[in-house]
């Protein structure tokens, strides 16, 4: 039997990978979209917010995608990062649709605002200030959390390993040296 809607039978990240799902406070609900590595999980931007924070941080001071993603994952204390696959596509879209300028900086892009950018974002002020409110608050909560630098180290490590291999191919000598940092690393934590 067909599901009238056959998108129901997977995981909200599966189906929407713009929108992430995210820890939600002691009295929040969300009895649909459950599961996952963080406990009980709903979404946390709805379609379209990424895009409102990216342009909020970007309004702030020019950002590289890298920032951005920095950025994100301090303001919510560690708990969330948008990964690289998000972030980038969403860069691209604002600059496409004028609301951001790219600059080449070396080997990447900053990114600043445009005047059409900076007009989006105030007539969206309302949706914007909650956004970030959230985050904040978000960020507060798992700050509280006795793991929360634990989780950032380890995130921290993710992302930058996926950088590096998205920039393409280790020489043996690169990938001797990464492995080495990764062992050391390891023996570090045991001992502690």
Excluded: W
């Amino acid at each position: 039997m067909r599901h009238k809607h056959s998108h129901s039978r997977f995981p909200r990240s599966e189906c929407h990978p713009d929108r992430p799902r995210f820890a939600h406070g002691p009295h929040e609900h969300d009895d649909h979209h459950r599961g996952g590595r963080q406990g009980r999980l709903g979404r946390f931007f709805a379609h379209g917010d990424l895009r409102l924070v990216i342009l909020a941080l970007i309004a702030e001071k020019p950002r590289h995608g890298y920032d951005i993603i920095k950025a994100i994952e301090e303001r919510v204390g560690g708990a969330y990062s948008p990964s690289p696959g998000v972030v980038y596509p969403t860069l691209t879209l604002l600059e496409e649709i004028g609301h951001v300028r790219a600059d080449v900086d070396g080997a990447k892009k900053l990114h600043s605002i445009t005047t059409e950018g900076a007009a989006f974002l105030d007539a969206n002020r309302p949706a914007v200030n909650a956004l970030l409110a959230r985050i904040v608050e978000a960020g507060q909560a798992r700050a509280s959390a006795e793991a929360a630098p634990v989780l950032r180290g380890m995130e921290n490590l993710k992302l930058a390993l996926r950088l590096r291999v998205s920039r393409g191919p280790l020489s043996d000598e690169q990938i001797r040296h990464i492995a080495a940092a990764l062992d050391a690393a390891a023996i570090a934590i045991e001992q502690s």
